[in-house]
């Protein structure tokens, strides 16, 4: 009985292991949690509605390479190395135009328009990239995070000095003046909010 017994059981033995083998390899037993997609529920909720009255004039593109530093008194210091890739854009609030800033005379209509200014600096993260890091604690997203927060400060204070607002301006009487000429067929002149030279504008 024992001897028929043992090629009964080598025989069922021998077809578990090639059942085994062929789930495993067509993927049954390991791979029965194989992704088959992606599923993404959003559940968005509108906030906030702003009105748009800045007009976009003039966008300045940096690349910066940032070295950002934490030093501790008894630590050694930790630093980072990036590749940052930031812009600034120069725009005009059109929405603070009022009416007295507008004055027909003659020939001629003199517009007060809003000093340019600076709407807008951010970094492109899809084009910064971090060169190296070196931290000996758990600060390295601390470290990141204020070398994104300089960098967006130095960008706005670079734009600046690289006469951004001037370069807004020019832009803006380049595109306003066109229109304004058109509707009103009359010369157009501008001033600004800071600029004295429009009581004398006023005033002839």
């Known amino acids: 009985m024992r001897r028929l017994a043992y ?5 069922i033995l021998s077809m578990l292991v090639l059942v085994f083998a062929w789930f495993s390899f067509s ?4 791979n029965f ?6 599923i993404s529920n959003h559940n968005i909720v509108l906030e906030k509605i702003e009105k748009m009255g800045k007009l976009q ?6 690349k910066d390479v940032l070295e950002q530093k934490i030093e ?7 630093k980072a190395i990036l590749i940052i890739s930031g812009e600034a ?14 004055v027909e005379q003659g020939d001629s209509i003199l517009i007060r328009l809003p000093e340019p200014e600076i709407c807008d600096t951010k970094i492109n993260h899809s084009e910064t990239s971090i060169y190296d890091t070196k931290t ?9 995070d204020r070398a994104f927060k300089a960098a967006e400060q130095q960008i706005a204070e670079t734009a600046r000095k690289s006469n951004i607002l001037e370069q807004a301006r020019n832009n803006g009487e380049l595109v306003l003046r066109p229109i304004f000429e ?13 600029d004295t030279k429009n009581t004398d504008l006023r005033r002839r």
Request: hydrophobic content about 35%; glycine content about 6%; some cysteine.
């Open 7 to 11: 090629p009964i059981i080598v025989s």
């Open 27 to 30: 993927g049954g037993f390991f």
């Open 33 to 38: 949690g194989k992704e088959t997609k992606s």
């Open 57 to 62: 004039l003039v966008k300045y593109k940096f």
């Open 72 to 78: 501790y008194d008894w630590w050694p210091d930790s």
């Open 89 to 102: 854009t120069g725009c005009m609030d059109l929405e603070k135009v009022k009416p007295e800033d507008i």
């Open 136 to 144: 000996y604690s758990f600060d390295e997203s601390k470290l990141i």
């Open 182 to 194: 058109q509707i009103s067929q009359k010369k157009v002149i501008f001033s600004y909010a800071l």
